[in-house]
C-alpha cells in the first residue's frame, strides 16, 4: 500500500513539472503573450499552436500546426492543458452570426477535440458578464460557450472573465479612451473587479492556474486575476 502511495505521488509530480500544451488563438493579442509565457516555462515541455497562419515566433519547443477552422474535428492532438483564448470583434467578423461562429462554434469545437483527447486541464478565456440569459448578444455568446464547456466534464474546467481589455498599441479610438476612463475610476476607488486588465496579466494568470491549482471547475474575476498573476511556476 505505501509502496504504491508512493507511485502515486511519483507519477503526480511528474505529471506536474512536465506538461505539453495546445493552444488556440495565439495569434491574437492575450494568445501571443499566452504563447510566450508557455513558452518560458520550464514545467511546459512543448505547446502546440492551432493556427490559420503561420506565426513569426521561433522556438524549440513550439510546434505550429496550421489548421481550418471548419474541419478541427479532423485535427488530432495530444496534450495535458489547453487553452482557448480565440475571438473577433462583430466589425471584423461582418456579423453577429460570424461572430458567433468564430467567438462560440470554433472554441466549442476545440474543446470537445480537447475532451475527446482526454486533455485533463481544459482554460478559457471568457468575459466579465457572461451569462447565457443575457439581453446582450456579447455576454449571451460568452454565457453559453462557458455553459457547453462546463458541460463536457473536464477534469479541471478554468474560466477567466476579464474586464475591459488593455492591449498595448490597440488601434481601436474608443477602447483606449475606456481602459484609460476605468483606470482613472480605480485609483478613485471603484472596485478592483470592474477595472480594466492587461492582456500580459490575463496571459500569466492562466498559466499559473493550470499548472498550480486543481479545482474541477473555477471561475476568475479581474481581482482574481490580478492575485494569480503575480503566482510563480
Not at 14 to 31: D, P, R, W, Y
Not at 119 to 142: C, E, I, Q
Not at 189 to 205: C, D, E, L, R, T
Request: net charge positive.
Amino acid at each position: 500500500m505505501v509502496k504504491n502511495r508512493f507511485a502515486n505521488f511519483i507519477l503526480f509530480l511528474q505529471s506536474k513539472t512536465e506538461m505539453k500544451a495546445i493552444v488556440i488563438g495565439g495569434t491574437g493579442a492575450t494568445g501571443a503573450y499566452l504563447l510566450q509565457e508557455l513558452l518560458a516555462s520550464d514545467r511546459i515541455t512543448s505547446v502546440t499552436a492551432l493556427t490559420r497562419r503561420a506565426i513569426s515566433v521561433d522556438h524549440p519547443r513550439l510546434n505550429q500546426q496550421i489548421v481550418d477552422f471548419e474541419q478541427l474535428e479532423d485535427v488530432s492532438i495530444s496534450g495535458d492543458l489547453a487553452f482557448s483564448c480565440l475571438g473577433t470583434t462583430r466589425k471584423a467578423a461582418g456579423s453577429k452570426k460570424a461572430q458567433w461562429r468564430v467567438d462560440h462554434d470554433y472554441q466549442l469545437a476545440f474543446a470537445r477535440m480537447a475532451r475527446k483527447a482526454n486533455v485533463p486541464v481544459f482554460t478559457l478565456m471568457s468575459s466579465m458578464g457572461s451569462d447565457k440569459n443575457s439581453a446582450l448578444f456579447y455576454s449571451r455568446m460568452k454565457g453559453t460557450l462557458e455553459e457547453a464547456i462546463i458541460h463536457l466534464d473536464f477534469d479541471h474546467t478554468y474560466i477567466f472573465r476579464p474586464g475591459m481589455l488593455e492591449r498595448p498599441g490597440s488601434d481601436r479610438l474608443m477602447e483606449r479612451w475606456v481602459v484609460s476612463l476605468m483606470k482613472g475610476m480605480r485609483r478613485l476607488g471603484m472596485p478592483q473587479k470592474y477595472g480594466p486588465s492587461h492582456i500580459s496579466i490575463v496571459a500569466k494568470a492562466m498559466v499559473a492556474a493550470s499548472l498550480n491549482h486543481d479545482d474541477t471547475l473555477k471561475m476568475f474575476d479581474v481581482a482574481d486575476i490580478n492575485t494569480l498573476a503575480q503566482e510563480k511556476y
